[in-house]
């Protein structure tokens, strides 16, 4: 005869509430906010989205992202300050130089033609120099994810062609108020106006500057052809797009939903590189059928102008990440 164990009910209740509360902790879904200033049909946007996608699948819907596109969270400055506050999860970064308020060494990426192409600045951030970028990031409280990419930024103007660096003397280019670019611009000859980024098509099409500096894809899709007629292949600078996140957002996670998350920002990588190689294809032959002149430059000309930048930059800031971004190139 088979004996029956009687509990108490008290008993039974609390196995019921602790079975209960464990089975909510693993229910329990996790929601992550991303945000990226640029548009959600940017490559970054496209595979900020597609990163959204693919987490919630492999956690099998424990993690979401929340996407804000378009600067809704305000500049990538104040996007750094609600990750360190702890109010963002998040953010893709266009460019490492963002951090160099925290760190300067970090505006090493801003150096003017320290990458030969878009191959030399893969190989650099996916070899030494962006493990040793991720450390500082690290010492500074962030978590570098991955490196996509923005690209390489080229100058457009209404003056004249640029091929030396004489044809930039007396240009009003728009800058991004950063040291080294405006430096960049000064030692060329030109004239640098900061100026916000929502506010440059006005300024292009009222005369108030006359060129801007950015990649193929933001030339396009912000249509600076219709306000420009010359698009100067430079090249000058190359800027990633850095998927950032910091310890107290991935303490959200499980051990092994953040590896999904690592993962997979990682894996998205390459073909969000490739979607910018493919579109500066496509839509550098618009820009073209659009009527903008297009023509390359003598880089070594500029080098040899802009090299001051690279020696008071090692003398401030020391010359490891410069060794380093010329190391790749001969890899």
Not at 130 to 136: L, N, S, Y
Not at 245 to 265: F, H, V
Request: glycine share 6%; hydrophobic share 40%.
């Amino acid at each position: 005869m088979k004996k029956t164990i009687k509990l108490p009910l008290k008993s039974i209740a609390v196995c019921g509430i602790l079975i209960a509360s464990i089975s909510s902790a693993y229910a329990q879904t996790v929601t992550l906010s991303l945000a990226q200033v640029f548009p959600n049909n940017h490559p970054g946007g496209v595979y900020a989205e597609r990163l959204a996608e693919l987490v919630e699948e492999r956690t099998n819907g424990d993690v979401r992202i929340n996407i804000h596109h378009g600067g809704v969270l305000g500049s990538e400055a104040e996007e750094i300050q609600q990750l360190q506050a702890g109010n963002l999860d998040l953010a893709l970064l266009y460019g490492v130089s963002n951090f160099q308020n925290l760190n300067p060494a970090m505006g090493v990426e801003e150096l003017p033609f320290i990458f030969v192409d878009s191959e030399h600045a893969h190989r650099a951030y996916d070899g030494e120099y962006g493990a040793a970028v991720t450390a500082i990031l690290k010492d500074e409280g962030f978590i570098a994810l991955s490196y996509w990419e923005n690209g390489l930024r080229h100058f457009t103007n209404s003056v004249r062609p640029i091929v030396e660096p004489d044809d930039m003397k007396g240009i009003r280019f728009r800058s991004a108020e950063i040291p080294i670019r405006l430096k960049m611009f000064e030692l060329l000859g030109a004239d640098a106006i900061p100026m916000g980024f929502n506010e440059l098509f006005t300024a292009l099409q009222q005369g108030t500057v006359d060129g801007q500096e950015n990649p193929i894809s933001l030339i396009s899709a912000n249509k600076f052809d219709e306000v420009q007629d010359y698009l100067s292949l430079s090249g000058h600078i190359y800027n990633a797009a850095v998927v950032t996140t910091t310890p107290e957002a991935m303490s959200k996670l499980t051990s092994e939903q953040q590896q999904i998350l690592r993962d997979t920002a990682e894996e998205l990588k390459v073909p969000q590189r490739e979607m910018i190689a493919q579109q500066n294809v496509t839509l550098l032959s618009e820009l073209k059928e659009n009527g903008i002149q297009v023509n390359s430059i003598n880089t070594e000309s500029f080098k040899e102008v802009v090299i001051p930048l690279w020696e008071s930059f090692a003398e401030e800031n020391g010359n490891e990440l410069i060794n380093l971004i010329n190391k790749a190139e001969a890899e």
